[in-house]
């Protein structure tokens, strides 16, 4: 199914969530949290990230995973994924508990398309100190996609993981989470080979996959927020407006997406040290913030249309 087709029935069914200039989103795409082996390329990373949501939670953003949080094609278990990253997911769960967070699946998490997967392992966990069930995600419903509208310019920002379209991602998503799951994930723990038809580890799939996400933008003069190809992307304004997340899987960092008093910022978060050898996470912007004014909408784009005619 061609990534346009797709992309507009999932625009379509996409989950409305208003804004203004006061609100504060934060994104984050391509977690992939694992079960902490040598496999789990999040584990380098998980202290830079753990100090990151904190920040944002201390900030009073709100947090949108768009899709691929936990790595579910390399782990049949998403109890382990939780053991593993018990810290993490307390710190998720303060996100969730203030109603302060949105989750997308991506394809490798798209088990959490499912609702009755979601509703018996997100909804409550089992913790080894009280030997019981105790809450996760009460309630949490997983979403493919998300549309911000704000509430005075009625902008619109669409929110989608991106591997929609993507014929091994999408459609044979099953077919590869068996081959990554039987065979992949084997090679990686040995020989560190990766996943061959990830758009993040090929960069001439990656630049396919975001040519049909800009080709998607020119026709619809919508904004559009991403991840899958793990690489951050934030365009200038006259470009088309398709940003990409990046990824928490970076050797020297992670990356996401800020939007705060109506401003849009890509951010790199990483290890640095001060000139006495002290170590500290460090936050950088490294392009922005701009106005999402400078991004037209679609509703713009035909009023002037109407005018030229």
């Not at 307390?90 to 949105?102: D, H």
């Not at 099953?174 to 560190?192: A, D, E, K, P």
Request: charged share 25%; with cysteine.
């Amino acid at each position: 199914m061609r990534t346009n087709h797709r992309l507009d029935k999932v625009f379509r069914n996409a989950f409305p969530v208003p804004f203004d200039d006061t609100s504060r989103f934060v994104f984050f795409s391509d977690v992939h949290r694992g079960d902490d082996s040598l496999s789990d390329e999040f584990g380098r990373n998980r202290h830079i990230y753990d100090h990151a949501l904190d920040y944002y939670y201390n900030h009073g953003y709100t947090y949108v995973e768009v899709g691929d949080g936990d790595e579910l094609w390399e782990n049949a278990h998403y109890r382990h994924i939780r053991m593993a990253h018990a810290s993490t997911f307390e710190r998720l769960t303060r996100f969730y508990n203030a109603g302060r967070m949105y989750m997308l699946f991506g394809n490798h998490n798209m088990q959490l398309k499912n609702e009755a997967y979601v509703r018996r392992h997100l909804y409550t966990t089992y913790d080894d100190f009280s030997d019981k069930q105790i809450d996760l995600f009460p309630g949490i419903v997983v979403h493919e996609a998300l549309i911000l509208k704000h509430r005075q310019t009625e902008q619109e920002i669409f929110v989608v993981h991106g591997h929609q379209g993507d014929l091994p991602n999408d459609q044979l998503w099953r077919f590869s989470c068996l081959m990554v799951r039987s065979f992949w994930r084997t090679m990686h723990y040995v020989l560190g080979i990766r996943y061959a038809a990830s758009p993040a580890r090929s960069r001439l799939k990656r630049h396919k996959v975001e040519r049909h996400y800009n080709k998607w933008n020119a026709q619809h003069k919508i904004m559009l927020i991403c991840g899958h190809t793990h690489r951050p992307k934030m365009p200038q304004p006259g470009e088309p407006a398709y940003f990409n997340t990046g990824c928490c899987m970076h050797p020297r960092g992670l990356t996401c997406l800020e939007l705060i008093d109506g401003k849009i910022s890509l951010v790199f978060w990483r290890v640095s040290s001060h000139e006495d050898g002290l170590m500290y996470i460090r936050r950088k912007v490294v392009q922005g913030p701009v106005p999402i004014s400078e991004f037209h909408s679609a509703e713009e784009d035909r009023e002037g249309l109407t005018e030229d005619i």
